[in-house]
């Protein structure tokens, strides 16, 4: 294979060319209340050629690989009718190497049969709660193969199997309908999603509970993230603006997010990189063929870096990161996030709570989203704090903030880093990506929350 | 197609092959800039089959080796949900007209000057935006087939084009932007630049909203960013059959104001989201859901339709797995307030153009919450200026049940939805 993409990919008259295959399988089981709704089995293969030419790219995917020379010409000619300047390209080692999967618990050595055994008994647990009104849970697993070769001589193939849960129970009465969920995966464990029927009769009987919650009233308060909810923040808050390709063609960004810039207080520090060991963002080279890293993006509230491709990199000036990726093999790779989290400080949870008169505390997450500038972020569970102790239970809450100012409003930093693998991200048309997010518990003044 | 379909019928009671091929060339610029061009095909079959009474599923993307794809489909058998439907037969199908042969013949270079001049208009009006733009033309070719003898398929065209502009300015952003589709290469570029340079002009100035319950008239693409998600759920059959939609035994009861009129349409001509059949092979139609604020009738697949005892709308839509309900085009019946005399009445209000996060709160109680990231203040019936770092909260349920006007300036959003202006009042606004 090497020798033949080698061939295919020599004596064109481009600046670059990368061909990427990709073979997977995947199963997966959905039930809708009682009933296992749908269990199927997919496989796909599937290919495609990125040309670039003085600036400009071309792009071709297919799920037929014959006649890849020609798929070759067509996105060199698509990328000479774009490119009118210089090609910008960080320049990386060819890489040459096969990367086996990191699997614990393979989820392909264990039968359709008890997998259905082990979700049916989730649901029992969460359909048999009084006033639960029905279940949703949708399981995954997926392994996929990747070769990547490029014009400048990379080979690099890379295997990976992925598992995702995402369990919810929906309680309903007199027109009211409330749903709880809960969101799991991993890079190669099917042990991840074993084991959690204490949190699956936790997960039913809060949805239970909801039914009588009252809703925040709507304004600023001073609020306290769970580990997994600043997740999400954090991810929505400053990720996504830390992706160089929202960044490299707009001067004015760029001022803005010259690096030295201080955004946060001096216990801040975020993280982000794949080259993080046995979690849902984990790779050891992204679809360009780049080794992962491991990016400060702050450090002590500073602006330090931010995340890259090869061409944002080289437009940038600045070193690449390995946060090229791609979905599949029909969309180009763009700046993505892999496994990013707030670094864990020294406040323990008690003493982040104990002098707020009046706050919020949410937990768990629901969604969030981002315009770079302004984000939403949703938490699944959310209680009052009163006098400095958590009270009484809310309807979940919708957060939202401002970049330029959140960030500067966190001053309590928990000791008590937690990461969740149960996100997906989504940009460009190309969701759900697997990536973590986590933090410790983090305290946030002066955030505005939707509500009555 | 035919040997999967003749070799599954030899292990299976039933079956049936779905088949989907597509082409297409989307045309992207960045920062105002021609970046790149795209070619994409792609060809799945997936195979249903109905064996023991229960159903089972498999589906390849790529080649298909026939005995691969029954030998996935089979495995899933064993544990897969009973069949309360039988494959239709030969069924006959309304003519939808969704191919216009024009589509292929439209050249790159043609796109590229679609997208230049989109952005020179703009530009010409605010020369600090920087525009991303995709212009992108496409066909596909849907084919099922099954072991009653039912046969369906249809080609489709599509071509759209997409603009969102940025203006940075001190640490502040500003983001405008529209899209159209059809399945004609023609659409109305100049609806579409009149629309973003609206939306520059009345985001010029900054206004400060109050936090307190206040009017709110959302847009048509405010209206597709905050409300339709939840109706969507709960007109879903399946929601309704599981219990979870709060309309579930609404039927034929008055929830919605009496002006609120909202129907499924497969059939509207030239329209994306328009198909003679559904992807199950039932034909496509016109289903009304709201008719004068009565509930009249929910959406369904055929197995859902089994189920809840009743027939399929055609709406069994595929995303990749078996089908499910989903709908069609969404259509907003028009009213006769102009988007004008709407803000005139306004003493105190807002205007929303696109709410963020709105769908990711409890849309299955019809809760929206989201931040106004395009959106201006009205002050004494008066259009002030953009707001910013505020929250639009409420319910469709409470939101819809009075509806103070309905606009006459109904018009397509993202492809599957034909809404006008819908103006609500006491819908509770947070503001920092």
Redesign the interface.
């Known amino acids: 294979m090497r020798d033949k993409l080698a061939n295919i990919l020599k004596g064109h008259n481009a600046d670059y060319i990368e061909i990427r295959f990709e073979e997977g399988q995947s199963t997966?089981l959905?039930y809708?209340?009682p009933?296992?709704?749908?269990?199927?089995?997919?496989?796909?293969?599937?290919g495609n050629v990125r040309a670039l030419v003085k600036g400009?790219?071309?792009?071709?995917?297919?799920?037929?690989?014959d006649r890849l020379q020609e798929k070759v010409e067509?996105?060199v000619a698509?990328?000479r009718?774009?490119g009118?300047g210089n090609s910008e390209f960080s320049p990386v080692e060819p890489v040459v190497d096969i990367v086996t999967a990191e699997i614990k618990k393979d989820p392909a050595s264990i039968p359709?049969?008890f997998k259905?055994q082990l979700f049916d008994g989730y649901n029992d647990i969460i359909l048999s709660t009084p006033k639960i009104?029905?279940s949703n849970i949708s399981y995954s697993d997926g392994r996929k193969k990747t070769t990547f070769a490029s014009s400048e001589g990379a080979y690099i193939e890379q295997n990976r199997v992925d598992v995702s849960l995402r369990l919810a129970s929906?309680a309903?009465q007199d027109?009211?309908?409330?749903?709880v969920g809960l969101s799991l995966g991993s890079n190669g464990d099917f042990a991840a999603v074993e084991g959690l029927q204490n949190q699956v009769k936790d997960l039913a009987q809060r949805a239970v509970n909801l039914l009588s919650a009252p809703q925040a009233v709507?304004?600023?308060y001073t609020v306290v993230l769970d580990p997994v909810l600043a997740g999400v923040f954090v991810h929505e808050a400053f990720g996504h603006l830390s992706e160089s390709d929202h960044v490299y063609?707009?001067q004015?960004?760029r001022d803005?997010m010259v690096l030295g810039r201080k955004f946060g207080g001096k216990q801040l520090n975020i993280v982000d990189g794949a080259a993080v060991p046995g979690l849902r963002g984990s790779y050891k080279y992204d679809n360009e063929g780049v080794p992962a890293s491991k990016t400060y993006l702050i450090r002590e509230g500073i602006l330090e870096g931010r995340l890259h491709s090869r061409e944002t990199a080289a437009k940038m000036g600045e070193k690449v990161t390995g946060n090229a990726r791609a979905i599949n093999y029909?969309f180009?790779p763009i700046v993505r996030m892999t496994n990013t989290f707030i670094e864990p400080g020294t406040i323990s949870f008690q003493d982040m709570i104990s002098d707020i008169k009046e706050g919020i505390y949410a937990k768990d997450w629901?969604?969030?989203?981002?315009?770079?500038?302004?984000?939403?972020?949703?938490a699944a569970e959310a209680y009052m704090i009163r006098n400095g102790k958590v009270a009484e239970l809310l309807?979940?809450v919708?957060l939202?903030g401002?970049v330029?100012t959140t960030l500067n409003n966190i001053d309590a930093i928990g000791n008590d880093l937690d990461m969740n693998q149960g996100g997906g991200c989504g940009k460009a048309g190309q969701s759900p990506l697997p990536v973590s997010n986590g933090s410790p518990h983090i305290r946030i003044r002066?955030c505005?929350?939707?509500?009555? | 197609m035919e040997e999967i379909l003749s070799k599954a019928k030899k292990v299976a009671e039933q079956a049936e092959v779905f088949q989907v091929t597509s082409q297409r060339t989307p045309v992207k610029f960045?920062?105002n800039?021609?970046?790149?061009?795209?070619?994409?095909?792609?060809?799945?079959t997936a195979l249903r089959l109905i064996k023991d009474g229960k159903i089972?599923?498999?589906?390849?993307?790529?080649?298909v080796d026939p005995e691969?794809l029954i030998n996935?489909?089979m495995?899933?058998c064993?544990?897969?949900?009973a069949a309360r439907f039988d494959f239709p037969g030969l069924n006959s199908y309304p003519g939808v007209e969704i191919y216009d042969p024009k589509v292929e013949q439209i050249t790159?270079?043609e796109m590229?000057q679609i997208g230049e001049q989109l952005i020179n208009t703009i530009k010409k009006h605010t020369p600090e935006i920087?525009c991303e733009a995709s212009i992108g033309k496409g066909t596909a070719s849907v084919r099922i087939t099954n072991s009653n003898g039912g046969k369906a398929g249809y080609e489709k065209s599509f071509f759209s084009v997409g603009i969102e502009g940025?203006i940075?300015?001190d640490?502040?952003?500003l983001?405008v932007g529209d899209s159209q589709s059809s399945c004609h290469p023609t659409l109305d570029f100049k609806a579409l630049t009149d629309e973003v340079i609206t939306q520059l002009e009345l985001a010029k100035n900054k206004a400060e909203s109050a936090?307190q319950a206040m009017p709110v008239i959302f847009k048509p693409n405010g209206v597709a960013s905050a409300l339709i998600s939840p109706l969507m759920t709960a007109f879903n059959g399946?929601i309704v059959f599981?219990?979870?939609?709060?309309l579930k035994d609404k039927l034929g009861q008055q929830v919605f104001d009496k002006k609120l009129s909202m129907w499924d349409d497969a059939t509207v001509p030239y329209q994306v989201a328009s198909c003679p059949c559904d992807d199950e092979g039932v034909p496509g139609q016109k289903t009304p859901l709201i008719e004068n604020g009565i509930v009249s009738q929910f959406l369904y697949d055929l197995q859902t339709a089994g189920l809840a005892n009743t027939r399929s709308t055609g709406n069994g839509n595929r995303g990749?797995?078996?089908p499910s309900p989903s709908i069609s085009s969404l259509i907003i019946k028009e009213g006769e307030t102009s988007f004008s005399e709407m803000v005139k009445s306004v003493k105190q209000g807002l205007v929303i153009e696109q709410l963020?996060?709105a769908?990711?709160?409890?849309i299955?109680?019809g809760d929206f919450?989201?931040?106004v990231?395009l959106g201006y203040k009205i002050e004494n019936g008066e259009i002030k200026g953009r707001v910013?770092?505020t929250?639009?909260?409420g319910n469709v349920y409470q939101a819809l049940k009075q509806i103070e006007a309905i606009g006459n300036d109904v018009r397509w959003v993202e492809g599957f939805l034909r809404t006008p202006s819908i103006f609500c009042s006491g819908l509770?606004?947070?503001?920092?």
């Open positions: 997966r959905i809708r209340g009933r296992l709704e749908e269990i199927g089995r997919t496989s796909s293969i599937g400009g790219w071309g792009f071709v995917s297919f799920n037929n690989l067509l996105a698509q990328a009718i774009v009118k359709l049969s259905k009104q029905t929906i309903a027109g009211t309908v409330r749903q709507g304004g600023e063609e707009n004015k960004l803005i029909s180009p629901y969604g969030g989203t981002t315009s770079l500038e302004m984000f939403t972020f949703s309807q979940p919708v939202t401002n330029f002066q505005l929350i939707g509500g009555q | 960045e920062a800039q021609l970046k790149q061009i795209q070619t994409k095909e792609s060809t799945s089972g599923f498999a589906q390849v993307s790529g080649s691969t996935m489909a495995e899933t064993n544990f897969g949900a790159i270079d590229v920087l940025i940075v300015l640490s502040e952003m983001f936090t399946k599981m219990g979870a939609s709060p990749g797995g078996l963020i996060g769908t990711q709160g409890n299955l109680n919450s989201g931040n990231l910013k770092d929250m639009v909260s509770s606004v947070t503001a920092k």
